[in-house]
């Protein structure tokens, strides 16, 4: 995660005149505590309790349709912020949206939508137990699309144990390390049935998901339609399987946007109007697709406040909210 005199500028180079809060949209995944997290997308519980209670007496939390509607209208009150979380982690079911509701505090979730109902983790957390958490070595060759990867490492070492300070987008210390960080770039950028295949080769010959948790899974339909019933979550699209859009054609960005859309709309029961690019990878076809789809709007992952007069409805800023207590979130999101 950048750090936060980065975040800092960004958020001054998006309202550049005059002091004071500028309008933010936040990034969350998981509400939970990890051994290890490479793309830090955890929050804890303690941690997401502290940002709840800083949004709520420092800033004025929105629903992300209403914050759109302002910055378009050019209402949108300077302090304002919208939570979002992605993915949907039955984390945000058990442990973010009581703590919501307790707060008074809205959410949108965008929503993968087929990964709902199935009790395997996210591929990208099941190759971290895989090759991060294994403690056995590996030698194997694994076929992805048309090319193979060599998967190559010993035992773990010191550094391979202290798990908790890499993150996955550093440079890798370790071979273990180097062969998660390349197998994860091939297994993002194949095509879906591709990835299915290079990961079911993976768990024959690693030995399964290993140290994947209940916490892990996604929800079900049926949890779906209750957060979606109970209003403090609203539903967003994310695509149907989560592929980096810029490495499909125009008709398949189309396809895996469209049917995500009818799926989320079709467990919810209410219309979805707001979309989150997976991996924050869009290009100028995806984002064309997202509005041909119906999305009334679209968030990215570019970390910044959200500028009043140069935001571009389809590409939304969002900030990734640290894992850290008020005062750090404080400090990002210049309110201190």
């Known amino acids: 995660m950048r750090g936060v005199g980065f975040l800092k500028r960004q958020l001054r180079r998006a309202w550049p005149f005059g002091s004071g809060p500028r309008p933010v949209i936040l990034m969350y995944h998981r509400v939970a505590e990890l051994d290890s997290d490479p793309w830090q997308l955890a929050v804890s519980p303690r941690h997401f309790e502290a940002h709840l209670e800083h949004l709520r007496r420092s ?31 039955v984390d945000n079911l058990h442990q973010a949206e009581p703590r919501l509701a307790a707060a008074g505090i809205p ?13 395997e983790p996210f591929w990208w957390d099941e190759l971290a137990h895989l090759i991060l958490d294994r403690s056995a070595p590996a030698d194997l060759s694994v076929g992805i699309a048309d090319g193979r990867y060599r998967l190559q490492f010993g035992e773990p070492d010191r550094l391979d144990l202290d798990r908790r300070r890499w993150r996955a987008w550093e440079r890798p210390r370790t071979a273990r390390e180097a062969a998660y960080q390349a197998l994860w770039r091939l297994i993002r950028d194949a095509s879906r049935p591709e990835r299915e295949r290079a990961m079911a080769t993976l768990r024959r010959a ?79 076809s995806a984002q064309a697709a997202v509005a041909a789809c119906g999305f009334a709007w679209a968030c990215s992952t570019v970390a910044t406040a959200v500028g009043a007069a140069d935001f571009q409805r389809y590409a939304l800023p969002r900030i990734a909210a640290p894992n850290a207590g008020k005062a750090v979130l404080a400090r990002a999101l210049g309110d201190g």
């Open 59 to 89: 800033r004025t939390p929105m629903d992300l349709a209403a914050f759109v509607a302002a910055l378009t209208a050019g209402t949108l009150p300077r302090d304002a912020v919208a939570l979002t979380f992605d993915d949907g982690y």
């Open 107 to 119: 959410a949108t979730l965008f929503l993968t939508t087929a990964a709902i109902g199935r009790p």
């Open 206 to 284: 690693l030995g399964g998901a290993g140290a994947a948790s209940e916490e892990e899974r996604a929800m079900t339909p049926d949890e779906v339609r209750g957060m979606a019933r109970r209003g403090v979550v609203t539903l967003g699209g994310h695509t149907l399987s989560h592929p980096a859009l810029p490495t499909l054609t125009p008709a398949e960005q189309r396809w895996e946007i469209a049917e995500g859309k009818r799926a989320a709309e079709e467990m919810s029961g209410q219309r979805v109007e707001g979309f989150a690019y997976p991996y924050g990878a869009m290009d100028a």
